[in-house]
């Protein structure tokens, strides 16, 4: 069974903690992206990776930080110097970083309390 | 970043009308795609443009890249009660931009 695997499906932390999100795809696909959903707006890219070892800020990169160490794992932590962590986490992959195509994982649900 | 705005935010529909939905940008896009979330869930694509003026077609949904592609609709025909969701629109330059997400709500 192919697909994108994020866990956990929900997540609680106190706050000033951090946090780190998994993200497993077996597509074989070579690009991965985090998004952050809140309630009534779009989707916001946070980071994305091209290719092993590499990744660039979205438009939303402040408080959080990513790895990319192997090709099907795209983990994000949640750092304590993001400001309103509290929303709905979506891990995305395409086939290469210029397809036109994502694919979305289920999403974690973060509540920092 | 882009803003995607999508209307209408909610619809609220008799099981068999048909759905109509769009999402406007202001800037250009190379690709429109559409998806469909279930609460709690991630997005599912339905149906990817690539070229200004295309039309496809995925079973009893439609949709359409606009002409100045700044533009793209959706259509759902013969709605049922499993079509009930949010629908959000996405377009790419570069990266993709996110449109706010239509909620549809099919009343049997």
């Known amino acids: 069974d192919g697909g994108i695997t994020q866990s956990p499906k929900y997540l609680f932390r106190k706050e000033g903690q951090n946090v780190t999100l998994s993200c497993e795809q077996n597509l074989n696909h070579d690009a991965m992206y985090w998004y952050r959903q809140d309630p009534g707006q779009g989707l916001r890219l946070i980071y994305y990776?091209?290719?092993?070892?590499?990744?660039q800020k979205g438009d939303i990169a402040e408080g959080y930080s990513v790895s990319r160490e192997k090709k099907e794992s795209f983990p994000l932590t949640v750092t304590s110097a993001q400001k309103n962590p509290t929303a709905f986490y979506l891990c995305?992959?395409?086939?290469?970083?210029?397809?036109?195509?994502?694919?979305f994982g289920p999403g974690t649900r973060l509540t920092v309390l | 970043g882009q803003q995607l705005n999508q209307s209408p935010q909610s619809m609220f529909i008799q099981e068999g009308e048909d759905v109509s939905m769009n999402c406007t940008s202001s800037?250009?896009?190379?690709?429109w795609l559409w998806y469909k979330q279930d609460p709690g869930e991630g997005p599912v694509l339905l149906i990817a443009l690539y070229k200004a003026g295309e039309l496809t077609s995925n079973g009893r949904l439609t949709a359409q890249f606009g002409i100045t592609r700044k533009d793209s609709f959706l259509n759902i025909s013969a709605s049922i009660p499993s079509d009930v969701g949010i629908y959000f629109c996405?377009?790419?330059?570069?990266?993709?931009?996110f449109g706010t997400g239509t909620s549809l709500t099919v009343i049997p």
């Open positions: 800037s250009i896009f190379n690709t």
């Open positions: 995305a992959s395409s086939i290469s970083p210029g397809t036109d195509t994502q694919y």
């Open positions: 990776s091209q290719i092993v070892n590499d990744f």
């Open positions: 996405a377009g790419r330059l570069v990266q993709f931009y």
